[in-house]
Structures are given as C-alpha cells and as structure tokens.
C-alpha cells in the first residue's frame, strides 16, 4: 500500500455547504522551483533540522500526580506516526512545508472509536476550506495524484504562519519572495552568461592572402600555442605578425552582476525567513544561536504542542490533563562552559543528573532520574 492510499474511501460528503475559502494556488512554490533555490534551502534547513530534534512526549498532569508518556499508544503514535517514516521526520518535513507556504498539513488516522492510529503528513497543490450548514469545518485537498479528499478539520494537525488576512490558512509568502526571486534569478543567468562569454573568440586572425581552410586551422593553432599558451610561448605578453597577416584584440563586454546587490538580495532573502549567514554556515556563538532559537524556532515548537494536543485529544481527555509537549532545549547549542555550569541546577533540584547527560549527550544511567539537592538548600519548611 502506496503512502497516498490511506486517503481512499475517506472523502467527506456535504450536501450543501459553503465555501469559506478557496486560496488556490496562494500555496504554491514561486514558479514551481522554490524549493530549488540553494538560498532558500539553506536558509530553511537549520529551523527544520532543530525542529526535528524537538522530542514528542505525552504529559498527564492530574490528581495522581504527574506522569511522563502514561499511554503507550501515544507514545509509538509519536516516535512512529506512520509506518514510513519517524517522529523526527514528520517534524522536519512539517517544518519545511510551513517555511514554504506558511502552512502545513497532516491527518489524523482513527480508529472505530476515536482514538488516533497514525499521523501522515499531506502535501497538496491546492486546499480549500469547506464550512457546512452546521458551522463544521472540513479540509479539501487537491493531491498532486490528481485525488480530491475532504477531511474533517479536527483530524487536520495545521501549522499557520503570518495568520493575517484569511480566516484558516495564514498568508503566502509568494507575494513577497517572488520579487527576490525574480532578482536571484536574474543575477544567476548573468553570471553563466558571462562565464559563457569569457570563452569567446578574443583575436581575429586576418590573413592577407587566400589561404586553403587547413592552412588557416595551421596557422591558427601555431599563432595560439606561439603567443596565448602560458605553458609553451615564450614570448607571452608579446606578439608579433608580418605583412601576410593582421591580429587584432576582441575586447568583449561581458555583464558582470554587482557582488554587493547580489549580497544584499541574498541577505533579504535570509531576513525573511528569519535567519542569517551565520546560523545558515553554522558559525553561531552561543548567544546568537540562543537569540534564533527563541525568535524563530520556540514560537512553532509551541505552536506543534498546541495542535497536537487540540487535535489528539479530545477536550474530555485534556479536561484530564493530557497534553503533548514537544521538548527542545536551547542548551544544547550553548557552550561547554554554560553546560558545565548546569551543575548548580543538579543540586538545587531544578534539575536532575539525567536530563544534565542529556545535554552533554551522555547516555542515561539508573537512578539518574531522581532529583537531589545539596544540605543548604533544603526546603524552609524541613
């Protein structure tokens, strides 16, 4: 079974209903290529891979205290949304769709009794949002198999950005990146036409008799290896002709692109998506990294942990205190000096040694679970 065959048989049917929204082809990558640009996958490629790294947990927070994946199910669902690919995964390829259009989709597989199987993530040509009689919201999307298939929205896991203008889905970006793109564009055919143009014809050879076309590929050939070859002329620099012949210097115009527009285009490019060259080559210190993080990186770690909990669970089972978090630590960047100097978090209880192993990527050990704390920090109470 196909990856898209899980959407067979599934379509809703609505009488009668009305369209809330139909933002066509507001999704779609700038001329089909977006994604193609090394600059705009560059620039995307550091938030999805941090993203991916976040780790999906279960919490369940109710009169029994609290309890860290309680549910089994819910954590393979996790770890294993589909049988093609892993949580990381799913995390990464959300990240990146979202980047791209500022939306991002994924369903919510049942079974008989509601409760979640799998998570699959959707990648359509075209979405439309259905509102029925009743006020139900449903999600239409046209597959790039061609398919149609209508989802109800509380089976729909989606990512918004720039959640202005429309009512459902948050804005395109294609408005705003088209403009640079046309000006990357631009620039990189420039460039290979001028390439292109540094292997043209530099000397015209004008001979002033009638020669056969052997003896002018002859002559030719021994006037380039005599005065152009740097490896055997002696005389590089210098020529000189008689009588028989006249050489003349083509200088060609060759379009050369601006290296400082092209840097500042580029430089547009990264702002919008909210990053910079150093985040891209991985030259961060530990400050701007911790600066790109909250910025950029936090805000949809949230916004992941309040879709999958709305959507998971139902409001009865979160009413319980259910709830998926999605666990992603700016530490992990900072430097050896800040990571040792966790330390002092180890023995006020804030806390524990395993979660400080963690950081330091040190596998876990028994009993490192456990919060302790040092004599002279014991509660006021005690």
Same mark, same amino acid.
């Given at each position: ?124 040509? %075209? ?45 395109? !970006? ?54 152009? @070859? ?6 590089? %620099? ?19 692109? @601006? ?12 702002? /919008?998506? @909210? ?22 990186? $936090? !805000? ?21 205190? @259910? ?29 524990? !040694? ?7 990527? /040190?596998?876990?050990? $028994? ?16």
């Amino acid at each position: 079974m196909g990856l898209l065959d899980i959407f067979k048989n599934r379509a809703v049917t609505i009488s009668k209903y009305e369209l809330a929204t139909d933002e066509g082809g507001g999704y779609y990558s700038w001329n089909g290529t977006l994604y193609q640009s090394d600059i705009v996958r560059a620039a995307i490629r550091p938030k999805a891979r941090a993203i991916g790294k976040a780790v999906a947990k279960h919490i369940r927070n109710d009169e029994k205290g609290l309890k860290v994946n309680p549910e089994p199910y819910i954590r393979f669902l996790l770890e294993e949304p589909n049988p093609y690919m892993t949580g990381q995964m799913l995390q990464e390829k959300l990240a990146i769709q979202l980047e791209l259009n500022n939306n991002a989709f994924a369903y919510i597989e049942r079974d008989g009794d509601g409760y979640p199987m799998s998570i699959y993530p959707i990648t359509a040509y %075209g979405v439309e949002a259905i509102q029925d009689k009743s006020g139900n919201l449903y999600i239409r999307f046209n597959l790039k198999s061609g398919k149609l298939v209508t989802f109800r929205y509380t089976d729909i896991i989606h990512l918004r950005k720039d959640f202005n203008d429309n009512e459902v889905f948050g804005d395109s !970006p294609i408005r705003s990146l088209a403009p640079l793109m046309e000006i990357v564009n631009t620039t990189d055919q420039g460039i290979v036409k001028a390439i292109k143009n540094s292997n043209i014809i530099r000397w015209l050879l004008k001979y002033n008799a009638v020669l056969r076309p052997e003896d002018l590929e002859k002559n030719t050939k021994q006037f380039v290896k005599s005065f152009l @070859n740097t490896e055997t002329s002696e005389t590089v %620099g210098a020529a000189a002709t008689d009588s028989k012949m006249d050489a003349m210097q083509i200088e060609p115009k060759d379009y050369v692109p @601006n290296a400082i527009q092209m840097d500042r285009t580029t430089q547009r490019i990264l702002s /919008f998506f @909210n990053t910079n060259e150093n985040i891209v080559q991985g030259k961060y210190t530990e400050d701007q990294w911790i600066s790109y993080y909250e910025t950029s990186i $936090e !805000p949809d770690i949230m916004q992941l942990s309040g879709e999958y909990t709305r959507k998971v669970f139902s409001r009865r089972e979160r009413g319980f205190g @259910n709830k998926i978090i999605f666990e992603s630590s700016n530490l992990n960047f900072a430097s050896m000096q800040t990571k040792l100097n966790l330390v002092q978090y180890v023995d006020r209880g804030i806390m524990n !040694p395993n979660e400080v192993r963690e950081i330091l990527h /040190f596998a876990p050990r $028994e009993g490192g679970d456990e919060f302790i704390r040092r004599l002279d920090t014991r509660p006021t109470t005690e």
